[in-house]
């Protein structure tokens, strides 16, 4: 088993913040996406990730994932927020953090200026398969580390969707409703 940095970005649509808005969603890895991708910014190829390669995690939970801010330097130093859900969905894996309010750029993950995500994983299981006449990594089995908030990412198709507050509303609530279906539609587009 080797570890392997992937670095995956969204698009710049962040939503605006709900609640206190100190946890924040959004996908971490896409999906059924062909893209081409580096792991030490030399070296180019091409890679997907199958729908549940990280089942094993959700399944677990994923309360030992945490979220970084960047790859590298002291995780105590890096250290942006815990992983308070993880649930995986056709078009990939989504993970809510809640920040850590002391960190000194929690305001700008909050504030959506750190958009973009990246992960840290260990793959499991891979199978190469040739596709228009290249040749595309299928990642099939994968664990989790960390994830690392950035806000010059690589990869299109991953980053932080939503801030919102952790408690669950059961009342009526205009906004996240307003929110939540755009959510919704945002996923349905794809």
Not at 53 to 82: I, P, Q, Y
Not at 155 to 166: D, I, K, Q
Request: aromatic fraction near 8%; charged fraction near 25%.
């Amino acid at each position: 088993m080797s570890e392997l940095l992937v670095v995956r970005s969204l698009p710049d649509q962040a939503l605006e913040p709900i609640g206190d808005g100190w946890t924040v969603y959004g996908r971490a890895v896409p999906y059924g996406i062909e893209q081409e991708v580096t792991d030490d910014g030399v070296g180019r190829y091409w890679e997907e990730w199958e729908p549940g390669v990280f089942s094993r995690d959700v399944d677990k939970g994923g309360r030992w994932v945490n979220l970084f801010a960047g790859h590298r330097g002291d995780d105590g130093d890096r250290w942006l927020g815990r992983c308070v859900a993880l649930e995986e969905q056709e078009d990939g894996l989504y993970p809510s953090f809640r920040l850590n309010r002391s960190h000194p750029q929690a305001e700008a993950a909050r504030s959506g200026e750190l958009t973009g995500w990246s992960i840290g994983a260990k793959i499991f299981r891979s199978r190469q398969v040739q596709r228009a006449g290249r040749t595309v990594i299928l990642r099939e089995a994968a664990g989790l580390n960390h994830v690392a908030a950035t806000a010059h990412p690589q990869y299109a198709g991953a980053g932080v969707l939503v801030a919102r507050e952790h408690e669950l509303v059961v009342e009526a609530t205009p906004l996240r409703d307003t929110h939540r279906a755009a959510l919704d539609a945002l996923r349905a587009s794809r």
